[in-house]
């Protein structure tokens, strides 16, 4: 009998375990946003540049993708609970660290600090859910935890302007204090303590060359922004994470018990929906961080005023997220992550309307429809990732729903902060510290990082589409089957 219907899990305390897992996943996921409208008044404290003070988001993702899978191994082998509750006090502990920091170098290693934390967090709270509830009602708890990492990447600059209009940008992570007590205490007492299965072993090589691969890859996309790719310590950087994919595929195909299993790559439908996801945080990612910077350093908005301009898409995306994966549940999830993605790409079309003298609910009307697409494309997502996978490779699917989101996120905000550094600089006509530009680059370069995230997620949109018809496909030649089978009895 697996660890995941043990008899020895009590269902009855299962909303418990929710509150105490969902205390973690949301706190770890608005951390890795809610500095974003907090960065331009960091910058300026901390007297440091905007490639510079990128790293206070980059850092925290950064860790956290490298680290989610080997994390998620060792729970399956040590036990999920200590570790997990672990993680709770590591997260609370850096996020002092991060409040009291002296200065930009301090703060980025406090931020490490914390994403550690976060990592054992994300890396086993899907896992510790699917194991807390029964299996009739797993689809509901993912689907739950599944909204408040959107909820939580969508919500945090909101909360983030406020905190900094009201009091300062240190207390973006002092208030996680209180809540990271609360919450490993809650960890402590409420999530079940599952023996792990015994026999396995750690692939030690493969955990290292993805890590490698991985840091290599994205220290080398965000170096980019203030070398340019043509630097040949970031094509070395590039080439490295490259090979180490290839090493870390051709390590995972021979090794007897992987970090990863390869198969589950050759659902083809399971492979289109971790791939729009990754698209989706790409896109979504880079315009929070940027749209700040926008804000502030064009329009003139104190943060309290970009928190509320933000907010109609943490809104939107909490109201529809809920509805779509109602909607999904009757219907298939399919029909509605394919409209969520055709919302996201008129989203980002409407960023053609930002200009240096745009007047306020433009922003509205720019924002509302991204928090709106996304909310609609989540739900349904999540729930057809965790649907094409085997019931014996949940936590494994789990995992790589992470890692996706981590890396499209970082990947998202380091490529499109480096395209939007370039366009400033073509349209100032000299290179420029970005920041420092004149309002129209600075207007113009984002309209450009609008025109790229809406052909990513048009292509997305493309391959939702393509997944659409080959599931159609698929139930046509099983209701053929079916009668076949039904008329030679």
Request: hydrophobic share 55%; aromatic share 8%.
């Amino acid at each position: 009998m697996s660890a995941a219907t043990s008899p020895a899990i009590d269902y009855s305390r299962k909303w418990y375990v929710m509150i105490a897992t969902g205390l973690g996943i949301f706190l770890g996921t608005i951390d890795g946003s809610i500095v974003n409208v907090a960065l331009p008044t960091i910058s300026k404290e901390l007297g440091t540049t905007f490639a510079t003070v990128q790293w206070v988001v980059i850092a925290y993702l950064l860790t956290l993708a490298t680290l989610t899978l080997g994390i998620g191994r060792l729970g399956d082998m040590l036990g999920k609970k200590p570790i997990y509750t672990t993680g709770f006090a590591v997260f609370t502990a850096g996020s002092v660290l991060c409040g009291i920091a002296p200065g930009i170098g301090a703060l980025i290693a406090a931020r490490v600090v914390q994403a550690f934390g976060a990592a054992m967090i994300f890396s086993l709270g899907m896992a510790i859910i699917t194991q807390a509830f029964p299996p009739s009602e797993r689809g509901k708890a993912l689907g739950i935890s599944g909204a408040l990492v959107s909820v939580g990447i969508v919500i945090g600059p909101s909360v983030g302007g406020f905190i900094v209009d009201q009091w300062t940008w240190r207390w973006i992570f002092m208030v996680n204090l209180p809540i990271g007590v609360i919450g490993t205490a809650a960890a402590h007492r409420f999530v079940p303590n599952v023996p792990p299965p015994g026999g396995q072993r750690f692939d030690f090589k493969g955990a290292a060359v993805f890590f490698v691969a991985l840091f290599a890859a994205m220290l080398g996309l965000s170096l980019a922004q203030s070398r340019t790719f043509a630097s040949p310590l970031v094509l070395m950087l590039l080439a490295v994470g490259a090979f180490g994919t290839l090493l870390f595929v051709a390590i995972e195909r021979r090794v007897e018990q992987p970090m990863l299993d390869l198969s589950l790559f050759s659902n083809r439908l399971l492979t289109i929906n971790l791939a729009t996801g990754w698209m989706t945080f790409f896109a979504i990612s880079g315009v929070f961080i940027l749209v700040p910077f926008y804000l502030e350093n064009v329009l003139g908005a104190s943060p309290r005023q970009v928190g509320l301009l933000i907010a109609p898409a943490p809104l939107l995306l909490g109201l529809s997220a809920p509805i779509s994966g109602s909607i999904s549940d009757r219907i298939g999830p399919r029909r509605v992550l394919v409209f969520g993605l055709a919302v996201l790409v008129i989203a980002y079309s409407l960023m053609q309307l930002l200009y240096e003298d745009s007047p306020m609910w433009q922003i509205v009307l720019v924002m509302a429809p991204a928090g709106l697409g996304m909310g609609i494309f989540q739900s349904p997502n999540n729930s057809a990732v965790m649907g094409s996978a085997p019931a014996e490779r949940l936590g494994v699917t789990s995992a790589m729903l992470g890692i996706t989101r981590n890396t499209g996120q970082l990947t998202g905000i380091s490529v499109l902060g480096a395209i939007w550094a370039l366009r400033v600089a073509y349209h100032h006509g000299a290179t420029v510290d970005a920041q420092t530009a004149p309002a129209i680059s600075q207007a113009a370069a984002l309209r450009d990082v609008g025109l790229v995230n809406a052909a990513i997620v048009a292509i997305a949109l493309a391959l939702s589409i393509w997944g659409l018809a080959e599931e159609k496909r698929a139930g046509r030649a099983q209701k053929v089957a079916s009668r076949s089978a039904i008329s030679s009895k």
